[in-house]
């Protein structure tokens, strides 16, 4: 589908071609660069691969949805969700775009440093901080937002011994229900995240809680992830502001200067087409909540997946073709070691397939129902089932597309099965694809190493022999 929004008319051409198309060309560029440049081959039967360009074009255009939405001026920080695409490249790629990170353990606040993210482009949230993270978050000066009140009276304590600098607001469940994929819908009555609003006691423990602490200055809802719908998205930013309304209402002063409406636009899966888009977001939750876009607060979204998903592909050899009881199989090299949701939740978490032949040109020619394998040694360790595409054969490559958030940089250990390299592209100057390395790919003597390599003899030393 053609949307206006991205028509370019080439002078004298009749040839209009979305972003998206322009994106689903590049990675048909890069899969064929990529056999052809030896990134993929027989001994390196599976990589992932990153579309530079439009890492930074989602980046602009999510910038762009939210410029147009409120006030020139008005502070808001594009916090990336670290969790979606824990990359170092990927995290200064961001960076460099104008965004900032949203970090939710020790590890992804290391990645976050690590790719040059300083305190005030930094948040953090997570629903089980130690003492010691809450204590560096503070001495740095990070944002955090306290996901109870027993997590509040640790950064109390902390506040009491040393006053920090760093933002601190108080993250809250608005409890709007959830969508179609119960495990990221965040907003459940009984989700684990955050103080449960509408349980009892709570919404007056919260606006007590700000009027004690001057110092608590933010607010955070995150409503969901994929398969959320919209509106509910934001009926819990609509939540999230009348509260914050109510707080600086009842504390008689704008203490809350900034809503942090957590990230969760879910990602179109089934083609190559971006929607919904950040305008189309940006535009609704104006017209729902046109109080929080008037200039009064600043804001800070985490979107992770709808920034990174659409520019990854896992692109995996087939390693032998096979039939069985009729069924066609393309046994590859993609599984759950970098498909995990989809393997094990295929329902949830479909992906689309894309058939490249051995020089990794797009294949053409009938289309056969088959089955897409992965190599971990048990049965359900399908990429995809019973799908129609271009047979698969010997040789030829599979190539999950959308798969650059939550999916192959997350690595499962399964069967042993190394991390594959993961490598940005770009068109170059001289119009073939260049490429590079984000992440090396795991070695053998890495496996056995982080599997207890030097600790082989533990168990044999202990008890009685
Ligand atoms: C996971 C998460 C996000 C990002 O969600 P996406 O669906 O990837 O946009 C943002 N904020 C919080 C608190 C999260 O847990």
């Given at each position: 589908?053609?949307?206006?929004r ?8 009749d ?8 994106r ?16 993929l ?16 074009e989602?980046?602009?255009e999510?910038?762009?949805?939210f410029d ?13 969700a ?23 353990s ?18 953090l ?8 993270e809450l ?22 304590a ?6 920090s ?5 108080i ?18 009555a ?22 004690e ?5 933010r ?10 719908p ?26 809350i200067?900034t ?15 971006t929607?919904?888009?950040y305008?189309q977001?940006a ?11 008037d ?12 920034l ?5 592909t ?7 073709a096979k039939?069985?009881?009729g069924?066609?199989i ?33 294949k053409?020619g009938?289309?056969?129902v ?10 359900g ?17 599979a ?12 690595h ?5 099965l ?7 592209y ?9 490429f590079?390395l984000?992440?090396?790919?795991q070695?053998?003597e ?5 599997a ?9 030393s202990?008890?009685?022999?």
């Amino acid at each position: 589908m053609l949307r206006s929004r991205y028509r370019t008319t080439s002078t004298g051409a009749d040839v209009r071609q979305t972003a998206d198309e322009a994106r689903a060309a590049r990675r048909d560029d890069a899969v064929r660069a990529a056999v052809e440049q030896g990134l993929l081959g027989a001994d390196v039967p599976v990589v992932g691969l990153l579309d530079a360009v439009g890492i930074r074009e989602s980046a602009r255009e999510l910038r762009a949805a939210f410029d147009a939405v409120v006030p020139a001026g008005t502070p808001v920080l594009h916090a990336f969700a670290v969790k979606a695409a824990p990359l170092v490249g990927v995290l200064r790629l961001l960076g460099d775009a104008g965004l900032g990170a949203e970090v939710a353990s020790p590890g992804e606040l290391a990645l976050a440093r690590a790719a040059g993210f300083g305190p005030r482009a930094t948040v953090l949230d997570s629903p089980a901080k130690t003492p010691a993270e809450l204590r560096e978050a503070l001495a740095l000066g990070i944002a955090v937002n306290a996901d109870n009140p027993q997590e509040l009276a640790r950064i109390d304590a902390l506040m009491r011994s040393a006053p920090s600098t760093s933002p601190l607001g108080i993250r809250i469940n608005p409890q709007v229900g959830g969508g179609t994929i119960e495990s990221t819908s965040t907003a459940t009555a009984t989700s684990k995240f955050g103080v449960a609003l509408r349980d009892e006691g709570a919404r007056e423990w919260v606006i007590g809680a700000y009027a004690e602490r001057p110092w608590l200055t933010r607010l955070h809802a995150h409503t969901g992830s994929q398969g959320v719908p919209l509106t509910l998205m934001a009926r819990g930013v609509a939540e999230a502001y009348a509260l914050a309304e109510e707080i600086n209402r009842r504390v008689g002063r704008r203490q809350i200067d900034t809503v942090d409406i957590g990230g969760g636009l879910p990602v179109h899966y089934a083609s190559d087409e971006t929607t919904p888009t950040y305008a189309q977001y940006a535009g609704l939750l104006r017209e729902a909540v046109p109080g929080l876009f008037d200039g009064r607060y600043g804001l800070v979204t985490e979107f992770g997946r709808s920034l990174l998903a659409k520019q990854g592909t896992l692109v995996a050899r087939v390693e032998y073709a096979k039939h069985a009881g009729g069924r066609r199989i393309a046994v590859t090299h993609a599984g759950v070691q970098v498909a995990t949701r989809t393997v094990y939740a295929p329902a949830a978490w479909p992906l689309r397939i894309a058939a490249y032949d051995a020089k990794g040109r797009v294949k053409g020619g009938p289309e056969v129902v088959q089955d897409v394998a992965g190599p971990a040694c048990f049965s359900g360790d399908l990429l995809a089932r019973g799908r129609s595409l271009p047979l698969l054969e010997q040789g030829d490559y599979a190539a999950a597309l959308d798969t650059g958030a939550y999916c192959f940089i997350h690595h499962y250990a399964y069967n042993s099965l190394p991390r594959p390299a993961v490598y940005g592209y770009a068109p170059g100057a001289d119009g073939r694809v260049e490429f590079a390395l984000v992440r090396a790919a795991q070695s053998v003597e890495s496996i056995v190493a982080e599997a207890g390599g030097a600790y082989a003899d533990a168990l044999t030393s202990l008890g009685p022999r």
